[in-house]
Nanobody, 124 residues
Framework: QVQLVESGGGLVQAGNSLRLSCAASDLTFGSYAMGWFRQVPGKEREFVAAIGRGGVGTSYADSVKGRFTIARDNTKNTMYLQMNSLQPGDTAVYYC?????????????????WGQGTQVTVSS
């Protein structure tokens, strides 16, 4: 059974950093594009960042561009999201997801598997 497990969330002050990890199991990790999404109560899940199978192609939401960096290590079946200069508006539950489609995927409906999420809270 495919599992995606996020870790690294927590409570930080504005301006600080966090690094999220997403560990995949029972998945041919290198054959999947990966992505990060986030959601706050009452709002739709929104795209944050995505990375292609080989890690060459990436895409970012405008709101995080220049502050967040997505990466993956296919030898460890793990994806990362380095989040710098965090702002209160970044507060959300962050989800990692895996897509069997080619390329870099920014739409949630293109993803086959999802993690349970990790809470990120940024205080002002």
């Amino acid at each position: 059974q495919v599992q995606l497990v996020e870790s690294g969330g927590g409570l930080v002050q504005a301006g600080n950093s966090l690094r999220l990890s997403c560990a995949a199991s029972d998945l041919t990790f290198g054959s999947y594009a990966m992505g990060w999404f986030r959601q706050v109560p009452g709002k739709e899940r929104e795209f944050v960042a995505a990375i292609g199978r080989g890690g060459v192609g990436t895409s970012y939401a405008d709101s995080v561009k220049g502050r967040f960096t997505i990466a993956r290590d296919n030898t460890k079946n793990t994806m990362y999201l380095q989040m710098n200069s965090l702002q209160p508006g970044d507060t959300a539950v962050y989800y990692c997801a895996a897509s069997s489609r080619l390329g870099v995927r920014t739409l949630a409906l293109h993803y086959n598997y999802w993690g349970q999420g990790t809470q990120v809270t940024v205080s002002s």
